[in-house]
């Protein structure tokens, strides 16, 4: 029973447009949402994370959207630059330590 | 600040045999973790310890699994004997006590195949 579901295997995006990875979840106990990004051969890093008492969290190029009643979130990317290609996986909590992951999203570049 | 730091990050073994993996977490995280992350999934945790004690384990296939954490720093897990469908990178994680708990740190994991 997959609680963090993200449904597209991969994305392609012309450099410099907006990105927009989407991230579903099913358990309403979460309340607190992640964002990581993974590069081959090395482990995930975290990018950027999101309180359920809020609705928007920007930190530079990188925002991240919270629907609570839709449970839903999504991670906009504006400008995509190459070096954004990457697996993203959008990650939820419903304690302070354990982490639940989605499968991954693969973000590729297009120059 | 040097990151979390994993040992082997290759290893090759046929199914029945024996096979460990080393975690060097980040100096001070009282949290560790590990992941197992078979390939088209997202990382699952296995198990999360706090120092020296286990926290959670439930995910943890202990007939053939085991992880210790002596003396609260660094962490081997083990696996014994290994079957096909272990084959996946397992990832190691560390997360202060004091700091934002959900930001967990990893290591460039452990890509294991087992044949």
């Known amino acids: 029973d997959q609680q963090v579901k993200q449904n597209s295997p991969s994305l392609s995006v012309q450099e410099g447009r907006i990105s927009i990875l989407n991230c579903d979840y099913t358990?309403?106990?979460?309340?607190?949402f992640l964002w990581y990004k993974k590069y081959p051969a090395e482990g995930p890093t975290f990018l950027i994370s999101i309180s359920s008492i809020k609705d928007k969290n920007e930190d530079g190029r990188f925002t991240v959207f919270l629907n609570k009643s839709a449970k839903h979130l999504s991670l906009h990317i504006v400008p995509s630059q190459p070096g954004d290609s990457a697996v993203y996986f959008c990650?939820?909590?419903?304690?302070?330590?354990?982490?639940?992951f989605g499968k991954g999203t693969r973000l590729h570049i297009l120059p | 600040e040097a990151g979390v730091a994993q040992s082997p990050r290759y290893k090759i073994i046929e199914k029945r045999q024996s096979v460990a993996f080393w975690c060097n977490p980040i100096s001070g995280h009282a949290t560790l973790y590990w992941y197992q992350q078979i390939l088209g999934q997202g990382p699952k945790l296995l198990i999360q310890?706090?120092?020296?004690?286990?926290?959670?384990d439930s995910q943890l296939p202990k007939d053939r699994f085991s992880a210790e954490r002596l003396k609260g720093v660094d962490s081997t897990l083990k696996i014994q004997p290994a079957k096909l469908e272990d084959s996946a990178v397992y990832l190691c994680?560390?997360?202060?006590?004091?700091?934002?708990?959900?930001?967990?740190?990893f290591g460039p994991g452990t890509r294991l195949t087992v044949l």
């Open positions: 358990n309403s106990m979460f309340d607190y």
């Open positions: 994680a560390s997360s202060s006590l004091y700091g934002t708990s959900y930001e967990q740190f």
């Open positions: 310890f706090q120092n020296n004690g286990v926290v959670d």
């Open positions: 990650a939820a909590s419903d304690s302070m330590d354990k982490i639940i």
